[in-house]
């Protein structure tokens, strides 16, 4: 039996599994690190702690195995997207990590419209400026950091640093890359016509990969450190949306999911890179070679969830406050939630808005305003799958994973107010097992991503749309989409109290 490696660098902690050439997870390990927020809208964290992560849990796993070493043969990732790695020509970490959740960056997204054109970036890109990807940092560094900027030689985003800390190979890869501003989402080349527009040198950029590109082998150092067999090759990793993606078998027309975590997204797979969204999606190239996906997302989706037991019912376990909304009727006696906790991204990309509750009474108890924050969530998930069927796509069929599948309330929910079939998975580990699938498609264990799929994604249990529930919820949202453009001047001006 052959096996490889998968890991999952995330925002919160590093998640590695060990996964079967049969597709099965048998051994896991995580390890939590800190971030750090220096100033309000400031996200960073220190390269070296994902390291020592990333270390320690391979460690954990090595230490665990009772077969030859020689049969890890591989090893590939996922990872947070858009954060900004800066090294010197010695590959020496400048300064911390800036994070996708990093929002300092608003003038420096105002200044690449200005100086690209709105239409021509979306065209390149298929993304908006925003606050959370890579090239508004950089502009920001090289404005107020201008002494780090120019010992800088290259940038990489967190999962390709690990993988160069691993390997020595310098590369960038192409699903994480799409997360940039910086490269052309059609031809999945660096776009030097951006960087010339900004003023950045398109030399920073890293060479480009594919998420099953064989890059080499771990180094003598870290073999040595963790326990691994010298000779374990190392493919190139995924974002973690992409490998999300890839370990819920969206590998193929028709094929979408939502993700409801700390953030939510609803993505969706796309053969090619030719439809036209204005911006008003995400639209990246996907782990699988010459395949993309659309997504958007909601900032604050397990977040308000959490935000809202932490704050009203602490003492409450998760399960308990979601089982007391069952009795209510689909539309909480006309209370509303926006999840806007910091503000939001689609479809208003508006750092300034804030959380809402609308149609408070008497008659609201606490399994109301519950209810009411999970339908506010699904509903803001639900401007995404709208974007989807204007574009003429047929969504009728989403595999749901992550905290909003682990509940069956909340699942029958989400048939219901996306009027969709959902699917839940029989065992859902998340971007750490596309991680895993990648490693098996750039090994050689499986012919593709399909034969991936056969093996390690498996239904358990679906959720059909009830009928009266749907329409009630289709009145409903139509209020819920409202909100937004009747709080926006509110907002605007309460931002400058905070």
Do not use: K
């Given at each position: 039996m052959q096996y490889v490696l998968g890991i999952d660098l995330g925002t919160s902690a590093v998640k590695t599994c060990l996964m079967s050439e049969a597709g099965r997870i048998v051994d896991e390990a995580s390890f939590e690190y800190k971030l750090y927020h220096e100033k309000p809208g400031y996200s960073e964290q220190n390269p070296s702690d994902w390291l020592a992560g990333v270390e320690q849990t391979t460690k954990e796993i090595v230490g665990r195995f009772t077969e030859n070493m020689e049969q890890i043969i591989g090893i590939s990732y996922s990872g947070q997207m858009h954060g900004l790695v800066m090294l010197n020509e010695a590959g020496e970490v400048l300064r911390p990590a800036i994070l996708w959740n990093d929002t300092r960056t608003t003038a420096q997204c105002h200044e690449i419209v200005e100086a690209v054109g709105q239409d021509k970036l979306v065209a390149i890109t298929k993304n908006p400026a925003l606050e959370g990807f890579t090239l508004p940092k950089l502009l920001w560094v090289k404005e107020n950091e201008p002494a780090i900027y120019e010992q800088m030689a290259h940038f990489l985003l967190p999962k390709?640093?690990?993988?160069?800390?691993?390997?020595?190979?310098?590369?960038?890869?192409?699903?994480?890359?799409?997360?940039?501003?910086?490269?052309?989402?059609?031809?999945?080349?660096?776009?030097?016509?951006?960087?010339?527009?900004?003023?950045?040198?398109?030399?920073?950029?890293?060479?480009?990969?594919?998420a099953t590109t064989e890059v080499g082998t771990i180094t003598k150092e870290f073999a040595e450190r963790t326990g691994l067999h010298q000779k374990t090759k190392v493919y190139g990793g995924g974002a973690d949306n992409a490998c999300g993606a890839v370990g819920s078998g969206i590998v193929s027309e028709g094929k979408s999911m939502v993700s409801i975590g700390t953030s939510g997204v609803l993505l969706a797979y796309e053969g090619d890179a030719k439809k036209f969204f204005q911006g008003k999606v995400h639209y990246f190239n996907h782990a699988v070679s010459d395949a993309y996906y659309t997504m958007g997302v909601t900032l604050s989706a397990g977040h308000s969830l959490s935000w809202f037991k932490n704050t009203f019912a602490k003492e409450q376990s998760f399960n308990d406050l979601v089982a007391q909304t069952e009795e209510i009727k689909a539309g909480s006696n006309g209370l509303l939630y926006t999840p806007y906790l910091v503000g939001e991204r689609t479809p208003y990309a508006d750092s300034h808005i804030r959380a809402s509750f609308i149609g408070m009474d008497a008659t609201h108890t606490l399994p109301h305003f519950t209810k009411a924050v999970m339908e506010g969530i699904t509903f803001s998930l639900r401007d995404t799958l709208e974007i989807f069927r204007a574009s003429g796509k047929t969504i009728q069929d989403i595999i749901s994973i992550g905290g909003g599948a682990k509940n069956p309330t909340w699942l029958q929910m989400q048939a219901d107010i996306f009027n969709a079939t959902i699917y839940k998975l029989d065992s859902e580990q998340g971007p750490s097992v596309g991680a895993c699938m990648i490693a098996l498609v750039g090994s050689g264990l499986v012919e593709n991503f399909e034969q991936a799929v056969e093996k390690c994604v498996h239904i358990a249990e679906s959720y059909q749309p009830n009928t009266e529930n749907v329409a009630t919820y289709d009145e409903v949202y139509a209020i819920y989409q409202q909100i937004y453009g009747q709080t926006k001047s509110l907002n605007d001006a309460l931002q400058e109290m905070r």
């Open positions: 390709d640093y690990v993988r160069y800390a691993m390997t020595g190979e310098l590369h960038l890869e192409r699903s994480d890359a799409a997360g940039t501003l910086l490269l052309n989402v059609e031809t999945g080349e660096w776009s030097e016509e951006v960087a010339q527009a900004v003023g950045v040198d398109v030399a920073i950029c890293p060479s480009l990969i594919d």
